[in-house]
């Protein structure tokens, strides 16, 4: 069971580090990980046009062979932007964790930020939206001890994902499909590069 959650902001405290033993988590982004961004996804049947059948196969790899949670971090501003319904945006987010259940894979929990440019974040806050890791912070409060971000990972294909995979404390990778950390917005440095999400699982593995 896939939990789905909204995260706009959150706190930068109130969960657990650095906890006996380690526990790591997989972090991910959807869009140019899972699903190439040729297109735009609107729609569940955007999605399944656009999903890549070898990135599930990874996801059901790890799924496998560790019992690292894996979550998916990612920013869809075209809810506020208006490009999409609330509605459709868990559509589409249901029909993701469907297809990665349907590959032998799993997907513990997806967080997304609606965000767009008028959002006003509270004072003492980080944003949920890639660069800023208020999503890494969110997960780490639900999942508590089961969490250790300073020994996770994140996998995302934008310079944003690697910077806040950094600020999160994680170990970043760099995939090399969809915008291939090309995108030019954040001055961030991953900690390993693959090819795709293929390589980034197999890379993670290799370090367990
Ligand atoms: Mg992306």
Not at 52 to 60: D, F, I, S, T, Y
Request: proline fraction near 6%.
């Amino acid at each position: 069971m896939t939990t789905i959650s909204s995260v706009r902001s959150t706190r930068p405290d109130g969960f657990a580090v650095n906890t006996p033993g380690k526990q790591p988590a997989v972090f991910m982004d959807r869009d140019g990980v899972l699903n190439s961004t040729d297109g735009f996804v609107n729609s569940p049947d955007d999605l399944d046009k656009a999903l890549m059948p070898e990135a599930l196969k990874a996801v059901a790899r790890l799924s496998q062979q560790t019992d690292f949670p894996i979550i998916l971090v990612t920013n869809q501003a075209g809810i506020d932007l208006g490009k999409f319904t609330p509605e459709q945006n868990q559509a589409i987010q249901e029909r993701l964790a469907q297809r990665i259940e349907e590959a032998g894979g799993r997907i513990d929990s997806i967080y997304f930020c609606p965000n767009g440019k008028k959002f006003v974040l509270p004072e003492g806050e980080t944003d949920g939206r890639k660069p800023d890791a208020g999503m890494f912070f969110q997960a780490a409060k639900d999942y508590g001890p089961r969490i250790d971000l300073a020994d996770s990972y994140m996998i995302g294909d934008m310079t944003t994902d690697i910077g806040a995979g950094e600020k999160a404390g994680a170990t970043t990778i760099l995939v090399q499909t969809g915008f291939a950390g090309k995108d030019g917005k954040c001055d961030a440095k991953p900690d390993h590069v693959a090819a795709d999400l293929s390589g980034a699982v197999d890379w993670i593995l290799s370090q367990r």
